[in-house]
């Protein structure tokens, strides 16, 4: 079983960057896909970024395409969200997850989630 554990989220202002990283103890991390969601106050959790085992194959929601990039360093055991020209609508809170199947970008195929880490983009 895996852990999950998400740093580098903060406050920043519109068209500024982030870098949010997902550490993972406790299983062997280069067998997990792993994906990035987010929920905003009021809304439903929703698919942000997945990659492959590997890094080798990436997925995003057209909302964040271009602008954000998911990365892996299975050396590290950790997951990377690089986030360019932040909008205030990306204001969430970000989770990191992993699954032992194929990359996905649907919520309920993953098993393993951290804790969330708040990313707030002002205007």
């Known amino acids: 079983q895996v852990q999950l554990v998400e740093s580098g989220g903060g406050l920043v202002q519109a068209g500024g960057s982030l870098r949010l990283s997902c550490a993972a103890s406790?299983?062997?991390?280069?067998?997990?896909?792993m994906g990035w969601f987010r929920q905003a106050p009021g809304k439903e959790r929703e698919f942000v970024a997945a990659?492959?085992?590997?890094?080798?194959?990436?997925y995003y929601a057209d909302s964040v395409k271009g602008r954000f990039t998911i990365s892996r360093d299975n050396a590290k055991n950790t997951v990377y969200l690089q986030m360019n020209s932040l909008k205030p609508e990306d204001t969430a809170v970000y989770y990191c997850?992993?699954?032992?199947?194929?990359?996905?970008?649907?919520?309920?195929?993953?098993?393993?989630w951290g804790q969330g880490t708040q990313v707030t983009v002002s205007s």
């Open positions: 997850a992993a699954r032992q199947g194929v990359a996905t970008g649907r919520l309920d195929d993953y098993d393993y």
């Open positions: 990659c492959s085992r590997r890094g080798g194959v990436t």
């Open positions: 406790g299983g062997i991390f280069s067998s997990y896909s």
